[in-house]
C-alpha cells in the first residue's frame, strides 16, 4: 500500500503548467491507485479510501466571512480541492468538472459542497478566494489556512504535497497533488478522484455518496 501512495505522489504532483520539478523531494505520500472500472472499486470511478482513516477536524478562515469545518457541512458529501488562485490550468479544470459534475445532479446539487483549500496563502486571501471560486459554482467555497503550522497539518492529514517553484521575475507557482476528495455524509474521507475523472463518473460517485 505505502508503494502506491508514493506511485501516485509521481503522477499527481504538478506545477499547474505540466513541469513538475523532478528533483524536489516530495514531504508526504499521495493517495492510492485509482480504479480503472467503477465495477472493480465497490460501484465507484475513483478509488475507496475509507481503510485509509485520511482527514481531521479543522476550523479555516472562509469566503463566507466565518469559520468552517467538516462539521458544518455535515449530512452532505463534502468535496476537498487542493489548489491556488493562481493555478494556470489544473485548478481551473478540476473546478470546471465540479462545476459540471454538479448540473449533471440536478437537484441532488444541493446536497454536495465543494471547498476549495488554497496551497498558497499568502496570495490567496478570502478576499481574493471569494471572486474565483463563485465564477465556477455559487456555491463552492474557499477555505484558507494559516501561513505554517496550520496549512501544513491540513495538507498531511489528507496527504496533499505542495511546494514553491520561483521564476526569475520573483514570482511562483505551486507544485501541488492534483487529486480532489469525496467526504461522506458523515464526514468521513470516503472517494479519492485523480485529476482528469470525467464530470458525469464524478457525479456518479457523489451520488453514490449521497444514497
Known amino acids: ?7 501516485l505522489l509521481a503522477l499527481g504532483l504538478s506545477a499547474c503548467d505540466g513541469a513538475a520539478d523532478q528533483t524536489a523531494a516530495p514531504p ?14 465497490q460501484g465507484f470511478f475513483g478509488s475507496d479510501v475509507r481503510a485509509e482513516k485520511l482527514g481531521m477536524d479543522f476550523s479555516l478562515a ?8 467538516p462539521a458544518d457541512s455535515r449530512g452532505k458529501v463534502t468535496v476537498l480541492v487542493f489548489g491556488y488562485t493562481h493555478c494556470p490550468d489544473i485548478c481551473p479544470t478540476n473546478l ?6 454538479m448540473q449533471h445532479l440536478g437537484d441532488k446539487a444541493k ?3 465543494l471547498y476549495f483549500i488554497t496551497v498558497d496563502p499568502e496570495r490567496d486571501t478570502t478576499a481574493v478566494l471569494a471572486e474565483y471560486v463563485t465564477i465556477f459554482y455559487p456555491s463552492f467555497v474557499g477555505l484558507v489556512p494559516t501561513v505554517g503550522d496550520e496549512l501544513e497539518t491540513v495538507k498531511k492529514a489528507w496527504r496533499i504535497t505542495s511546494y514553491k ?7 511562483y507557482l505551486v507544485d501541488h497533488s492534483t487529486g480532489t476528495y469525496l467526504l461522506d455524509k458523515n464526514g468521513e474521507t ?5 485529476h482528469g475523472t470525467p464530470p458525469k463518473q464524478v457525479a456518479h460517485d457523489l451520488e453514490l455518496l449521497l444514497q
Open 165 to 171: 517553484v520561483p521564476h526569475t521575475d520573483g514570482n
Open 62 to 69: 472562509s469566503t463566507l466571512n466565518q469559520k468552517i469545518s
Open 111 to 113: 446536497d454536495v459542497q
Open 190 to 194: 470516503a472517494i479519492y478522484e485523480p
Open 28 to 41: 508526504a505520500s499521495a493517495p492510492v491507485q485509482a480504479a480503472s472500472a467503477a465495477d472493480a472499486n
Open 1 to 7: 500500500m505505502k508503494y502506491f501512495w508514493m506511485m
Open 96 to 101: 470546471l468538472t465540479y462545476a459540471e459534475a
